[in-house]
């Protein structure tokens, strides 16, 4: 995969991350069926924070360990500190990232451009069985020349997850597919997300990419800790 694509997308620059494991099982239970996303923006403040591990799907290898922290909630969006921690160097590293009220990736001045990238969090009152189309443009590297992606999103399910400090929360199975919407660049992005309305965040996300077909990165991100600073 080229380096610009790797910037554009993000996924792989702030979300590297390593060990432990969260499964998820289906539940089949009315209260859990009727499972939404919420309708106004999630529940969060400044100083909350959600720290994850990141793996590499296919050989199970620690990538990294990183931890999201709310600087500031405003009307419309949502800003955030990332740091990101090499587990086998300790080397840390710190980003920044903003997000409407759903966790959808918004344009800034790190990653400019237009539209929200749907695939790092849920529709308004998103439930089982709603899918959607969405688009987004974002700034190559390096340059001022923007790239147009296509999306589309769908809610498979509501799955029981167990998270590796041995709390278990519902979630909501969502799937995504992305990809430039000039086809020449024959790269195609597949996200499965488990949000879960009572962390306020994802609780595990599944990342792969394919570059004419072939797999070039395939990660999974799992909820560690949340912690609410109210």
């Not at 994850?52 to 800003?79: C, H, M, N, P, W």
């Amino acid at each position: 995969m080229s380096k610009p694509l790797i910037v554009l997308i993000l996924a792989a620059a702030l979300s590297g991350v390593g060990a432990g494991e969260a499964t998820a099982d289906p539940t089949g239970s009315p209260a859990a069926q009727s499972l939404q996303a919420p309708s106004a923006g999630v529940d969060a403040a400044r100083g909350d924070e959600w720290t994850y591990v990141t793996q590499d799907s296919l050989t199970g290898a620690a990538l990294s360990e990183f931890d999201v922290v709310v600087v500031e909630r405003q009307a419309d969006k949502i800003d955030v500190r990332i740091r990101v921690t090499n587990p086998g160097t300790g080397l840390t590293r710190v980003g920044a990232a903003t997000f409407d009220l759903f966790w959808r990736r918004l344009p800034d001045e790190i990653s400019p451009g237009e539209g929200t990238q749907d695939s790092w969090g849920v529709r308004p009152s998103l439930q089982v069985g709603d899918n959607w189309t969405y688009n987004f443009q974002r700034q190559l590297a390096g340059g001022p020349i923007m790239m147009s992606w296509i999306g589309y999103g769908e809610a498979l399910g509501v799955e029981r997850v167990d998270l590796p400090n041995g709390r278990t929360v519902d979630a909501l199975k969502i799937e995504f597919f992305e990809r430039p919407s000039a086809m020449r660049y024959r790269f195609e992005l597949h996200v499965v997300e488990w949000f879960a309305p009572e962390i306020n965040r994802y609780v595990r996300r599944e990342i792969e990419s394919r570059l004419a077909g072939e797999v070039t990165e395939s990660t999974t991100e799992t909820l560690q800790d949340y912690v609410r600073r109210r």
